[in-house]
Structure formats: structure tokens, C-alpha cells
């Protein structure tokens, strides 16, 4: 039975599920449905008052798999999910906070999709752009799309210190592995199979877990490619990013995979 068939003849109350799948080792390979499935990975925490419109304006597909992963919400963000109908949604919670890589790590694991999209919770993304995020994908030429804001529109002024953490990581893989990717710090991606089983390694779980994919894809040699795609600022809270966590953590992932490169290196050398 496909995805179509399943949600027609479901209740409507079921298709709101609720899962505690957390910190499992290993994720679904059967698919939901026999054609290609895409699979939306939102990690929310506390954005009680966006993620409803997010969630309302994902294309209506529905070849879609919508997994929202409650990162340990204070607030009313899952109560706002409850109310809606015609989606196709899997919510896993965090009994608490545990970071934003950590979210999409639990999302991979519920995820049955042929391609898996992340988004941002806060209305900084444009859902209906998901179409144009998983095109190149869909036409095999890449494993990896990352959405750019520097390509596209973005509708706010990017803080220097943003700029200048993805300066430096972009420096980093063009001088250590010649690919340039400018927004490197964007969560709004798309990921073929092939990239998950290389990304579902990461081991950081907080915002330094995007540096750390691009780095496990480049040191892999996946195929990235950067679209462009609309940016605007959050219209309701506040971000809950930690800048001095987010330097660590980018700093570290870094140093790591100098250290493989050196070693690489070294080891080519002592070859010839």
C-alpha cells in the first residue's frame, strides 16, 4: 500500500503520530510508499508560535514524510502541531534539550525517504522552495544540496560573526579539499542515501553539527552544490544559538579533520 492509500484510509487523529524513538543505532530502510518518497526533517524547540505555518506551507505532497523533532520544548510548540489536518506527520521528542545536531540525528532514524530535507523551525525558510532544493538530486547529478542565501535573497542583515565563521570554514575546505561552499552554516539541505550513511556519523550535537557534515562530505568526496534560496528574518522569538558553544565546537571539528588531512598526506608521502 502506498503513502496515498495509507493516509486515505486513516482516521485523521492518526495521522498525527507520537513517538520516544530516541538515540537508536540504526534507522528504516523499507519505504512507505513504492514511488520516491522525500523525507522533511524539522527540529523544533520553542518555536510555539512559527511552526505551524512552517508546517502549512510545505508543498501538499503527498509523497511527503513530515518528521518533527521536539527538541525538549517548554512551550506550546507540539499542541500547535495537534491541530493540523491533510499532513502526513511523525513527531519524536527529546525528554530534554539536546542540541540541534542531535534532532537531526533522531530525525535520520525515522526517516524512510528516498531523499531527506532539513528546515529550520523559525520561518527563516521557505518550504515551498523544498522543490528546488531536491531537483538536483532527483536528477542524480549531486548527494548533497545545500541552500544559499548569499545565491539568493536574504531578507535580513547577517551578523559579522557569521560571516566570519563561514569564511574561515570556507577557506578551510577550499585550501584542504578545492570545493568552495560559501553558506555553510544554512540548515535548509538535501541529502541523497548515500550522504546520510556518511553524515549519520557525526558525532557533534549542536550547532557545530552542520560544520562537521560538509566536512565528513568533502573528506568522503560527495557531490555538493550550493541553489539559491530566500532568506527572511524570524518573525517571533528569540534564537537560542550560543556563540562561544558554536566556536568550540566549529573549532574542534576543524582541528579534527586537519589532523586526517595531515595524516593522509603523510602517509602519501612516506609512500612514494
Known amino acids: 500500500m502506498n503513502l ?3 493516509l486515505l484510509n486513516q482516521p485523521i487523529q492518526e495521522k498525527y503520530q507520537e513517538s520516544q524513538l530516541e538515540d537508536s543505532g540504526s534507522y528504516p530502510t523499507q519505504q512507505i510508499n513504492s514511488d520516491l518518497l522525500i523525507s522533511v526533517i524539522i527540529p523544533v524547540y520553542n518555536e510555539e508560535n512559527s511552526i505551524k505555518e512552517v508546517i ?5 505532497h503527498l509523497n511527503y514524510e513530515i518528521i518533527l523533532v521536539d527538541d525538549g520544548s517548554t512551550d506550546n510548540s507540539l499542541e500547535k502541531v495537534k491541530v493540523i489536518n491533510n499532513k502526513y506527520i511523525k513527531v519524536v521528542k527529546h525528554k530534554s534539550n539536546k542540541g540541534y545536531g542531535a534532532a537531526i540525528l533522531t530525525g535520520i532514524k525515522s526517516a524512510t525517504g528516498d531523499i531527506i530535507v532539513t528546515m529550520d523551525s523559525d520561518g527563516q525558510h521557505c518550504p515551498e522552495e523544498i522543490p528546488n532544493i531536491i531537483n538536483p538530486i532527483l536528477n542524480k547529478k549531486v548527494d548533497i544540496v545545500v541552500g544559499s542565501r548569499y545565491l539568493g535573497n536574504c531578507h535580513f542583515k547577517i551578523p559579522i560573526y557569521t560571516r566570519l565563521g563561514e569564511f574561515i570554514i570556507r577557506s578551510f575546505i577550499w585550501f584542504f579539499y578545492n570545493q568552495k561552499i560559501y553558506n555553510n552554516q544554512n540548515g535548509f539541505r538535501a541529502y541523497n542515501r548515500r550522504a546520510i ?4 556519523k557525526t558525532r ?3 550547532m557545530g553539527f552542520s560544520t562537521e557534515v560538509l566536512l565528513r562530505a568533502v573528506h568522503n568526496k560527495l557531490r555538493i552544490i550550493e541553489i539559491p534560496i530566500t532568506a527572511f528574518p524570524r518573525k517571533y522569538g528569540v534564537s537560542y544559538v550560543n556563540l562561544i558553544k558554536i566556536i568550540k565546537s566549529i573549532s574542534f571539528c576543524i582541528f579534527i579533520f586537519l589532523l586526517l588531512k595531515i595524516r593522509i598526506n603523510l602517509y602519501k608521502l612516506l609512500k612514494l
Open 56 to 60: 502549512e506551507r510545505i508543498p501538499n
Open 197 to 200: 550513511k556518511i553524515i549519520s
Open 204 to 206: 557533534d550535537k549542536g
Open 4 to 6: 496515498k492509500n495509507t
